[in-house]
């Protein structure tokens, strides 16, 4: 017996809006096309409730995967910000190098009885400066394409959890309508 002395068939069929009459009476409207009906609505309700809970759960993946997907964007960049840093640090020695070489080099010219302010003397100190700011450009341009591609690595993962994510959501969503 259920709640306030019912049987199964009369809870079942209240549940869905049946009324049934009392076992005790006349003609009784509880009959096999009837309780066939409520457990078709009862099987209804049941299936509405397992979308409910797959659609909620594929939802929170989909939210799952994007907090991920954030992550690995924060640290690409972080990984980016650090491959810049890192030249930066690179081009100040590639300077000081080169400055280095200047200063070997002219007392190189001046001990070999070379003026270091005319001729051919200006013409190799400015060569060297000119090397030497060269490389400091590759090293420049290099870290700008790593850090640059760090980024679009991690803005294309972030993208495809996205797209991913919401692409199995409403393909849930989808399969589970009528």
Same mark, same amino acid.
């Given at each position: 017996?259920?709640? +306030?002395?019912?049987?199964p068939? $009369?809870a079942?069929?209240?549940?869905?809006?049946?009324a049934? %009459?009392p076992?005790?009476?006349g003609g009784?409207? !509880?009959?096999l +096309?009837?309780v066939l009906?409520?457990? #078709?609505a009862?099987s209804?309700?049941?299936q509405?409730? +397992?979308?409910?809970?797959q659609?909620? %759960?594929?939802?929170?993946?989909?939210?799952?995967?994007?907090g !991920?997907?954030?992550?690995?964007?924060?640290?690409?960049e972080?990984?980016? $910000?650090?491959?810049?840093?890192?030249?930066?640090? =690179?081009?100040? =020695?590639?300077?000081r190098?080169?400055r $280095?070489?200047? +200063?070997?080099?002219r %007392?190189q010219?001046?001990a070999?009885g @070379?003026?270091?302010?005319e001729?051919?003397?200006i =013409?190799i100190?400015?060569?060297?400066? %000119?090397?030497?700011e060269?490389?400091?450009?590759?090293?420049?341009s290099d870290a700008q394409?790593k850090?640059d591609? @760090?980024?679009?690595?991690?803005?294309?993962?972030a993208a495809s959890?996205?797209?991913?994510?919401? #692409?199995?959501?409403?393909?849930? @969503?989808?399969a589970?309508?009528?």
């Open positions: 017996m259920c709640v +306030g002395g019912a049987t068939v $009369q079942a069929t209240a549940a869905v809006g049946i049934a %009459a076992a005790t009476g009784s409207l !509880i009959t +096309g009837n009906t409520a457990a #078709s009862i209804t309700v049941v509405t409730i +397992g979308v409910i809970r659609s909620r %759960a594929a939802s929170g993946q989909a939210t799952f995967k994007a !991920i997907a954030n992550n690995n964007a924060i640290i690409a972080n990984n980016a $910000q650090a491959v810049l840093q890192t030249a930066e640090a =690179d081009a100040q =020695d590639k300077r190098e080169t $280095q070489r200047i +200063g070997l080099q %007392a010219l001046a070999a @070379f003026s270091v302010s001729g051919s003397s =013409d100190l400015s060569d060297t400066a %000119a090397l030497g060269l490389d400091v450009l590759r090293i420049e394409n850090a591609n @760090f980024r679009k690595a991690g803005n294309i993962n959890s996205l797209i991913s994510g919401a #692409s199995k959501t409403g393909t849930t @969503f989808l589970t309508r009528p």
